[in-house]
């Protein structure tokens, strides 16, 4: 046998080097893309769990069996867990986004069928996607990749949650799909999934339930929490996503996807026979894909069941009711809307007198000084509905209940540190980077001149700004004008107020510029 190139010890070694300068996954010091059972016999348990399906092509479960059966078992805990009856079926995707971009799929062509059928021209209506503005950024990713209109509900900015009624405004026959999130995302509001239901059902509109970041926690909450029904148990919500690589505590790579009725999530699926290959059978929109992520979701529901999740939930809940009640005591900041957890944004409390007031900008960059990383969410501009406020965002896991003590006078320092600082002003960011040249100058200019839509509305999505003819090379120097070539600096204020400056569409080209420009290979041959 050909002996290895390098040591695999020396190889692994280099890897814990790399990994050591990762933001900490454990620990509740990020509270944010990261979820701490603060079990590691969980850890444990899903990495061999992973590791024993290694080998395994989750492309086919008729011939990898433990596919299927490790399949079946996680659709019917999560069928259970969001009250589905017989009819509810569902498949493992390897993410959120996946769930997402399938439950749009299965509408829209669920939607083209029905239009066939009744002889329409299949041709003469776009399809479009109903959500409020705060649904997760993948539903306009969806939109993009498949050719549906995204039509964005204003949310009421005292709430975070859209008005039913608007919705029902919407809903016309070119309407393919409704979403809505239970939780949402930037605020972890409840979207008032039954009364949108009431409108869609009436009209025959399907309607998902967006419960990806939420859902395996507040399904654990216990009836003390007293929320509105959100899941299956509402007539008319015809999918659910939900992540088991966020509250089910499973690695990345693993969420599930839930359809009430066969012949509507049978149009999630892909199948050709017309090529000279395998024929193909695909729920999913990978080919060949991992059982690992799978495996160790699976492992971890066998481990937890119901009664693990709730006790799990109870903590990150409780950490939660510590966090919001700490941050309401701090003056000049507030909590938005009426969050139901586990998670809720931060906004200033413009109540106060200015010079009392906390930047939630400022307030994590501060934290973020001491060792806590907070998210930083840039302010919005609602098309026909009130601005949205800049916030700061607290992903709270059950590890978090462990490490309040050290939390919480953080988060009060970190707000005394800035209190009264205004915030970065957009227009003055962009006028500091004016002032550094010429150049800078006109740069400045045509960057903020030209027109360009700057709402982020109806089909801005995603790369739209590959279309403004700005190439890599500009873009990248326009970063390096901005300061921002060096990658990503210490204080994310400054980056966050250039994002609420620039047209969307410019601000969305630079930062794929700079995602692009973090995984490219040195010099040829250096
Ligand atoms: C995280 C999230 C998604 C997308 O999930 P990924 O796993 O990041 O792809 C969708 N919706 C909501 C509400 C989320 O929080």
Request: proline fraction near 8%.
């Amino acid at each position: 046998m050909a002996g290895l190139r390098r040591e695999p010890a020396d190889i692994l070694a280099e890897l814990a080097d790399l990994r050591a300068a990762d933001a900490p996954t454990h620990g509740g010091r990020v509270l944010a893309y990261v979820y701490d059972s603060g079990r590691p016999e969980l850890d444990a348990l899903a990495a061999d769990a992973a590791r024993a399906v290694q080998p395994v092509n989750g492309l086919d479960p008729t011939t990898f069996t433990s596919v299927a059966a490790m399949e079946r078992g996680v659709v019917g805990f999560a069928r259970a867990a969001f009250h589905g009856d017989g009819d509810v079926v569902g498949s493992v995707t390897s993410g959120g986004t996946e769930s997402c971009i399938l439950a749009v799929k299965t509408a829209r062509d669920a939607w083209a069928a029905a239009r066939a059928r009744s002889g329409a021209d299949p041709d003469a209506l776009r399809p479009r996607l109903v959500a409020p503005i705060t649904a997760h950024a993948a539903f306009r990713k969806a939109a993009h990749v498949l050719g549906l209109a995204y039509d964005p509900v204003p949310v009421d900015a005292s709430t975070g949650r859209p008005d039913p009624a608007a919705i029902g405004d919407r809903l016309g026959d070119d309407v393919a799909l409704v979403v809505v999130s239970a939780p949402s995302y930037p605020f972890a509001a409840l979207d008032p999934v039954a009364e949108v239901a009431a409108l869609t059902a009436a009209r025959g509109i399907p309607l998902h339930v967006d419960a990806c970041i939420g859902g395996f926690a507040l399904a654990f909450a216990g009836d003390d929490r007293a929320l509105p029904a959100w899941d299956f148990t509402v007539p008319g919500v015809t999918s659910l996503s939900a992540d088991l690589h966020k509250y089910g505590y499973a690695p990345k790579g693993v969420s599930v996807l839930l359809t009430r009725g066969r012949d509507l999530q049978r149009h999630q699926y892909f199948a050709t026979t017309e090529w000279p290959g395998y024929p193909v059978v695909n729920p999913t929109l990978a080919g060949s894909k991992p059982a690992g992520p799978l495996a160790a979701g699976w492992a971890i529901i066998e481990a937890l069941g119901v009664e693990g999740y709730a006790e799990l939930t109870a903590e990150a809940l409780r950490a939660t009711d510590a966090l919001r009640a700490a941050v309401d005591g701090i003056e000049g900041l507030r909590v938005v809307g009426d969050p139901v957890g586990p998670l809720f944004a931060v906004a200033t409390d413009e109540r106060v007198p200015a010079e009392r007031r906390v930047d939630p900008h400022h307030w994590a960059d501060a934290a973020r000084e001491a060792g806590w990383v907070l998210q930083a969410q840039p302010a919005v501009r609602q098309a026909g509905g009130d601005p949205l406020p800049r916030t700061t965002h607290l992903t709270v896991t059950p590890v978090t209940e462990s490490v309040l003590p050290a939390l919480l006078p953080t988060l009060t320092a970190a707000a005394d540190t800035v209190r009264g600082v205004p915030g970065v002003d957009g227009a003055d960011a962009l006028a500091a980077v004016a002032a550094g040249s010429p150049e800078a100058a006109g740069l400045v200019a045509a960057l903020t001149g030209g027109g360009a839509d700057a709402s982020g509305g109806a089909g801005g999505a995603g790369a739209a700004g590959l279309g403004l003819g700005l190439d890599s090379e500009s873009a990248w120097a326009i970063l390096s004008t901005l300061g921002l070539a060096g990658g990503l600096p210490g204080r994310l204020a400054p980056v966050m107020a250039l994002i609420e400056a620039l047209p969307a569409p410019i601000t969305e080209r630079l930062l794929i510029e700079l995602l692009a420009r973090a995984v490219e290979p040195g010099p040829v041959g250096a």
